[in-house]
């Protein structure tokens, strides 16, 4: 029997196992209602749970309603958003993928419009009111956008809790685990990077002071879940150009994570100074693979790499030198959600349908 690429074989983290190495990046739809996800949001995972990855990881998910980067976003703050999750979970529960909610809060780039509506902050003359945006101090994400409120110190803890809270909301609708967004410009990376953090409290200064926020989340988070559900945790490894956040940053707080039970980094990368969206860029392929690389290496934490990663040979690379355990994908994703099956064509497995649904895989048998 030939043995399996690399980037299909099975991958653990404590009590889940990804069939393989294809994981569906979080990707934002804007279309819940009040923060909570709808048909649309079936329709759109429906296309994925039958596709043969191997994990999925539902979009940035406000764990307040403040903490929504628009009034599209989805939530896991009330109880009654749990059975409308589960609806979700149920797509891939049924063909044995792992999916996990990503749980986050937008901090100063909050209230903002849908992508398609600008994106831009929301003002007296939107369709929908706008909301009081939080940071860790009172520097816009953009030139022109609202000043944020400072968070004050007696504030986090309930804000932690509310990270908490949200873990074990995503536990009853069904998801294996979860991920902590600490990238891209939102509340944690602000807290991280000095570019935006200016703080002189504990919270603040040096990188003990600026990492704490992000480790006492995942303490908390780690202490609210069963010890079989794996924790991930997605950075932006370094700031865009103009920032100061380093990977040198990253991989301390990577290690610190790792003490507190975050079980594998997703190595992201930007988001501030907010400037050009890198969905408008042209980055080369797998330009972030190094900072999961990087982390791996020195913190022995495993990591998945994301980026312009799109073709299967690129992808089973990653995974066969070592760079990077898992391997994140969503714009790919989007244009061909049949991924999986041309990558196992193309690596060599010798039954790629075996990697689908029965229904599926049995007429392509029959067809070929």
Not at 161 to 175: E, N, P, S, Y
Not at 254 to 279: F, I, N, T
Request: aromatic share 8%; net charge negative.
């Amino acid at each position: 029997m030939t043995a399996l690429p690399p980037l299909f074989t099975p991958f653990s983290l404590r009590g889940v196992t990804f069939p393989n190495r294809i994981v569906l990046a979080p990707m934002c739809q804007y279309q819940a209602e009040e923060g909570t996800p709808n048909d649309w949001h079936i329709a759109h995972h429906g296309r994925y749970a039958t596709s043969g990855l191997g994990g999925a990881i539902a979009e940035s998910t406000g764990v307040t309603a403040d903490g929504r980067i628009s009034p599209g976003c989805t939530g896991i703050y009330r109880d009654d958003q749990v059975a409308a999750w589960a609806k979700v979970t149920a797509l891939y529960k049924r063909q044995g993928i792992p999916i996990f909610l990503q749980l986050g809060h937008a901090g100063p780039k909050a209230s903002t419009k849908r992508p398609w509506d600008g994106a831009g902050p929301l003002d007296a003359q939107s369709s929908e009111p706008p909301w009081q945006t939080l940071a860790p101090s009172p520097i816009p994400a953009r030139d022109g956008w609202p000043v944020p409120k400072a968070i004050e110190a007696e504030d986090i803890p309930a804000l932690v809790d509310a990270f908490a809270a949200g873990a074990r909301r995503a536990l009853a609708a069904g998801f294996d685990g979860v991920e902590i967004h600490g990238a891209h410009g939102y509340l944690l990376h602000s807290f991280m990077s000095p570019w935006s953090n200016r703080r002189s409290d504990a919270y603040g200064g040096d990188l003990a002071g600026r990492m704490r926020l992000p480790i006492e989340v995942a303490r908390a988070i780690r202490g609210s879940v069963p010890a079989g559900t794996p924790v991930l945790y997605r950075a932006s490894c370094v700031d865009s150009e103009g920032g100061a956040l380093s990977l040198e940053d990253t991989v301390a707080l990577a290690a610190e994570l790792k003490k507190v039970g975050v079980d594998l980094m997703d190595c992201s990368g930007g988001g501030l100074p907010s400037g050009q969206r890198l969905a408008a860029q042209k980055p080369a392929p797998g330009f972030q693979v190094p900072y999961a690389d990087r982390i791996r290496q020195q913190t022995d934490l495993p990591t998945m790499a994301v980026g312009a990663i799109t073709e299967p040979e690129q992808a089973n690379a990653i995974v066969a030198e070592g760079r990077a355990d898992l391997v994140a994908m969503a714009r790919e994703f989007l244009r061909n959600p049949n991924w999986p099956y041309r990558a196992a064509g193309e690596l060599g497995i010798e039954d790629p349908a075996s990697i689908l649904p029965q229904l599926y895989a049995f007429y392509l048998r029959i067809s070929s």
